[in-house]
């Protein structure tokens, strides 16, 4: 049987086409929530018209703090060894699905070993060869990898930074977030619930660690983002975390009271893709968000020091590393990062779905 661990809505975003894809294909499958995120994740299922979990390891508040986080994965291994036949159905011979870089798939592939499967890593391989930037990721990316039995890579270059690990490793051509983007791109036409401004303007998503830690990191990124917005009108979309740190160290006001900043709270994955459609920029600090832009064609620059990701560096995107004229060059020149949206002929879900079959 596939089992699918899944935690946080990024996750979700990227593994719906899976799930999508294994639906139609009328195939059984075990999905597993960590819990991790319960924000919008409700409005992710009906997107993608997927079921919902078949077990849910915590049914808690999100997880937003390093101590939170320290405590639910302590108690998620512990439930995980107590009830391993109930949570994976007595299943000995099937593989457990975890994806990407997040605290969810480094218990989910924990999980995997505890109940005896095979652990496959999808968008393995990435690497920005930095081991606190971004932090947590990059190291969990390293144990994530240390336990898989498989890795979908997404692409050559990935495949290459883990030869030597004695995985099995697939090439997928593309992340699965190319699919997530062509089952919404026909949807979003009929959504008319969302409020597009009628002027031009940029969508600001922040949220990594990095960005967050103290008060010296989330004051700079706030500078930079005053400082965009005397040039662009934007509409911050707050992640929880980001909202909380705002608030604590009382920049919050700050952003609330800049007539040229609006402040957002997230929306669902459909909506959020029409409003980054709609947009003339993006502001982020996320790989997915770099990713999706690249496949729109949309300009994005990047308010972190590395990416593990090489999708539309050169092309529309600009890892800025907080140097003000690599930024300041990007919001006087955005119209030179547009381009076309891309069409491409492969199905990274439908690869990964095809492979699992003969893995079991």
């Keep these: 049987m596939i089992h699918v661990i899944i935690g946080t809505k990024a996750q979700l975003i990227k593994m719906a086409p ?3 894809t294994l639906k139609m294909e009328g195939i059984d499958y075990n999905y597993i929530s960590t819990g ?3 924000a919008t994740i409700d409005d992710i299922l009906a997107n993608f018209a997927i079921k919902k979990p078949d077990y849910i390891l915590y049914d808690g508040k999100d997880i937003t703090s390093v101590f939170q986080m320290f405590i639910w994965v302590v108690k998620n291994l512990f439930k995980t060894i107590l009830h391993k036949k109930s949570i994976f159905k ?3 011979n099937g593989i457990v699905l975890v994806h990407g870089d997040t605290f969810s798939t480094l218990l989910g592939a924990i999980m995997g070993k505890i109940g005896g499967l095979k652990v496959a890593h999808v968008e393995s391989g990435l690497r920005s060869f930095n081991l606190f930037h971004p932090f947590p990721e990059e190291i969990t990316r390293l144990l994530t990898f240390k336990l898989s039995d498989y890795m979908f890579c997404p692409d050559e270059l990935a495949q290459n930074n883990v030869a030597k690990y004695k995985a099995i490793k697939i090439n997928t051509q593309l992340n699965t977030l190319y699919d997530s983007l062509r089952f919404a791109l026909p949807a979003i036409e009929n959504i008319v619930d969302i409020d597009i401004p009628k002027k031009p303007y940029g969508i600001v998503t922040l949220h990594r660690f990095e960005n967050l830690y103290n008060y010296e990191a989330i004051n700079r990124i706030v500078s930079i983002v005053e400082k965009i917005s005397l040039k662009h009108f934007l509409i911050f979309i707050l992640h929880k975390p980001t909202e909380i740190k705002l608030k604590k160290f009382k920049l919050y006001k700050v952003l609330e009271d800049n007539p040229n900043i609006e402040l957002r709270e997230r929306y669902d994955y459909f909506r959020f893709i029409k ?5 003339d920029f993006v502001v982020s600090d996320g790989g997915s968000n770099q990713e999706e832009c690249y496949f729109l064609g949309k300009p994005i620059i990047l308010l972190r020091k590395a990416t593990e990701r090489h999708e539309g560096l050169s092309e ?3 890892l800025s590393k907080y140097d003000p004229v690599v930024i300041d ?3 006087n020149d955005i119209e030179e990062y547009q381009h076309e949206l ?3 002929p492969f199905s990274p879900s439908k690869i990964i779905i095809d492979n699992c079959k003969t893995f079991i």
């Design 18 to 20: 899976i799930l999508k």
């Design 36 to 38: 991790q995120h319960k």
């Design 90 to 92: 007595n299943d000995k």
């Design 275 to 279: 409003l980054i459609l709609e947009a």
């Design 316 to 318: 529309n995107c600009v």
């Design 329 to 331: 060059e990007f919001s």
């Design 342 to 344: 891309k069409q491409l």
